[in-house]
């Protein structure tokens, strides 16, 4: 039990996929307009890594490492990824359609999105259980949620402000980014 509680902090805060390994940046700088879009691709994002864990981890240790093809790993992981990310589509298009509208061309991206494949391969060279994979991956999804919705609660205060010229739009997201990474970083004696 302690050792699943030192991956599950260690993977959302210490270990924050976004802000220490700087994976899966590319939603998480496009979708951090605003809280609820935010969360809505947090939450799809929870499904897909947690999901993805759990059927990449039993696929690895109970077909690939028995049959020695070790070697189709990542082809399988993207297989697997890109399948969960179509169910998720399809669920938000059948049951929110505004939320499938808002998050836009960045939710077929999960599929693209290193930071879920990046979770699968940890699992592996880690040598995880399952149950050690699903945390692992649930707490990294939890992470990146964490630091989505709070780069768009700052986003959104920040919106309205009187910033220079040269450090509106990206600029200042690049900044603010930076220095959220800054403040994760202090969580790294934590472990």
């Known amino acids: 039990m302690k050792e699943l509680l030192i991956i599950a902090i260690g993977s959302a805060f210490v270990n924050n996929v976004v802000l220490s390994q700087f994976l899966g940046l590319c939603p998480f700088l496009g979708v951090s307009k605003k809280t609820k879009t935010a969360g809505g691709m947090g939450a799809a994002v929870i499904f897909v890594i947690t999901v993805s864990s759990l059927i990449t981890s039993v696929i690895h240790n109970f077909i690939l490492v028995p049959t020695k093809m ?61 149950l050690m994979s699903v945390v692992n991956g649930l707490a990294t999804a939890i992470g ?48």
């Open 70 to 130: 070790e070697y189709l790993d990542t082809i399988v992981f993207i297989l697997v990824i890109a399948a969960l990310v179509q169910l998720v589509e399809m669920i938000l298009k059948k049951n929110s359609p505004a939320l499938y509208e808002s998050l836009g061309v960045y939710l077929p991206l999960i599929t693209t999105n290193c930071a879920v494949l990046g979770v699968a391969i940890i699992n592996v060279q880690n040598s995880y259980s399952i």
């Open 144 to 191: 990146f949620t964490i630091a989505i919705v709070i780069m768009a609660g700052i986003r959104e205060k920040i919106e309205y402000n009187d910033i220079p010229e040269s450090l509106r739009g990206m600029p200042i997201v690049l900044i603010i980014a930076g220095l959220m990474s800054i403040a994760f970083f202090g969580f790294s004696g934590l472990l």
